[in-house]
């Protein structure tokens, strides 16, 4: 096929050039891609296109699922043995904690009421399983069992019993999406127990977390737990979200490395509690609040780029 | 033995029934809970190549960018990452066609083999482009476990067209 210059006339015609083709729709998908991760302009297609191949999916994954559920039913009796123990004793041991939960719930309530404070009220969660995780290699994204007809909305936390995982970033009628908090796009608001610092965490890839853009001489040791802030009003505050493990404050003169680990278990669980964001508004500052929920994907990029 | 230009064999014509259905079901099988596992061939990407290789003027571009935004959409991936991929792939493979059928199935997955990785680089060039994370070389095994399958799918695809036309002992070829 000559690049330049005359080609013989074809025998049948094939329309436009395979070269023509490659170049209109090479750069059609290019175009595509830059207005998807940066714009959000084409979530109609994706939606649209979504609720065809979204029903097929989970009709292809239910053997799948029921096969892991017979496997789980047939589990050794020693291993549940084992768990049950283990239960029992952590029930043993946080009978005392709970409880004194109550008794200091009293007393919180009465305190607040004494200074006049508003109610922090009870979040309401719905309890989701995580289906499969995404086949995308470069993101780190998980199907949730839940969707817009179970009332998750976009923007919402997610966590288990040890803190955070991710947050809901597509709603489809039947499946939500959740982004990990190990994926290198997702932010969260999180303050250092030990000194109250606050920064922004960001997944580092390879199941790691990273605090970024904290001064070579910050107040931070490894160790330190660091737990959401409740700034952004999406995530409620004192949630356990990572552990710092290694602080380095000589490969950049200005900032300091800051590798952390993440509390929740977020790459093993099956069963996950996914926030509703609402409840969550009431105990933050309302407009900043109502924004994230819009678009939490803006306000994570918004923060990084500080 | 799979048929190259070079053996004598006469095929049916490829019937488009034939190849759609084909496409849907390695669409099927793309669209499985595959989760992280390395390694888990592209059956989409190569089913297409195998079309655009064994029959150009009906499998191209233009069905390579439809499929390749259908899997985006199902994979959560960026819109366009999977259609530039398979466009790239698609083109190389009906630039290659008529070179690719002359050899034994040994060559032509040989000629594949690059083909698809260019398509692998491709989508992580977008991939990371948006801001995603290095996902490893065990990515790149993806396309060697598809070269592997080149044989056995061809077999297996080009099934209804080894049928003959009616049954004669005595048929010549």
């Given amino acids: 096929m000559p690049l330049a210059g005359h080609s013989p006339p074809p025998f049948f015609r094939r329309g436009p050039t395979p070269l023509a083709k490659l170049l209109v729709l090479g ?53 549940l043995r084992a768990e049950q123990a283990r239960l029992r004793q952590r029930d043993i041991e946080r009978a005392a904690r709970v409880a004194d939960a109550d008794r200091l719930e009293a007393e919180n309530l009465r305190l607040r009421t004494l200074l006049e404070m508003r109610t922090r009220m009870r979040q309401p969660a719905r309890v989701a399983e995580i289906v499969a995780s995404t086949r995308d290699p470069f993101t780190r994204r998980v199907l949730l069992d839940v969707g817009g007809n179970q009332g998750i909305e976009s923007g919402e936390p997610v966590i288990d019993e040890l803190g955070v995982v991710g947050q809901v970033t597509r709603v489809y009628p039947q499946h939500g999406e959740a982004r990990l908090v190990t994926d290198r796009d997702q932010g969260v608001p999180v303050q250092v127990v ?29 160790g330190d737990t660091l737990v959401t802030s409740g700034l952004d009003g999406l995530y409620p505050p004192g949630l356990p979200v990572a552990r710092v493990l290694k602080v380095d404050r000589d490969a950049d003169p200005v900032f300091a490395r800051i590798r952390c680990q993440p509390i929740a278990a977020v790459e093993h669980h099956r069963h996950v509690l996914v926030l509703s964001g609402r409840a969550a508004a009431t105990s933050g500052r309302p407009a900043l609040a109502e924004e994230a929920i819009e678009a939490p994907s803006r306000t994570a990029r918004k923060g990084r780029s500080h | 033995m799979l048929p190259t230009h070079g053996s004598s064999r006469i095929l049916r014509p490829a019937r488009r029934l034939h190849i759609l259905l084909s496409l849907v079901f390695a669409l099927a099988l793309d669209l499985l809970p595959w989760g992280r596992l390395p390694g888990v061939p592209g059956f989409t990407a190569l089913v297409l190549t195998f079309w655009c290789v064994r029959e150009p003027l009906q499998v191209g571009l233009i069905s390579a960018f439809m499929l390749g935004i259908v899997i985006d959409v199902a994979q959560g991936s960026v819109m ?69 399958l080149w044989y056995p799918l061809g077999l297996l695809l080009l099934l209804p067209q080894f049928r003959p036309d009616e049954k004669d002992e005595n048929r010549p070829i």
């Fill in chain 1, 194 to 222: 030990r000194t109250g610092l606050r920064a922004v965490v960001f997944g580092a890839g390879g199941g790691q977390m990273e605090l970024r853009f904290l001064a070579a001489n910050v107040d931070v040791q490894a």
């Fill in chain 2, 80 to 148: 366009g990452q999977h259609a530039l991929a398979y466009v790239v792939l698609a083109f190389g493979a009906v630039t290659l066609s008529r070179r690719i059928l002359w050899f034994t199935y040994l060559g032509q997955a040989l000629h594949v083999l690059p083909l698809l990785l260019l398509a692998q680089i491709t989508q992580m060039a977008v991939g990371l482009a948006a801001d995603g994370e290095f996902p490893g070389w065990s990515y790149f095994l993806s396309s060697f476990v598809s070269t592997a």
């Fill in chain 1, 27 to 79: 750069s059609m998908a290019i175009a595509m891609a830059m207005v998807d991760a940066r714009l959000h302009y084409l979530d109609w297609l994706r939606y649209g296109i979504a609720t065809i191949t979204q029903p097929v999916q989970s009709a292809l994954s239910a053997p799948f699922s029921g096969l892991q559920a017979m496997l789980g039913y047939f589990a050794k009796v020693d291993t």
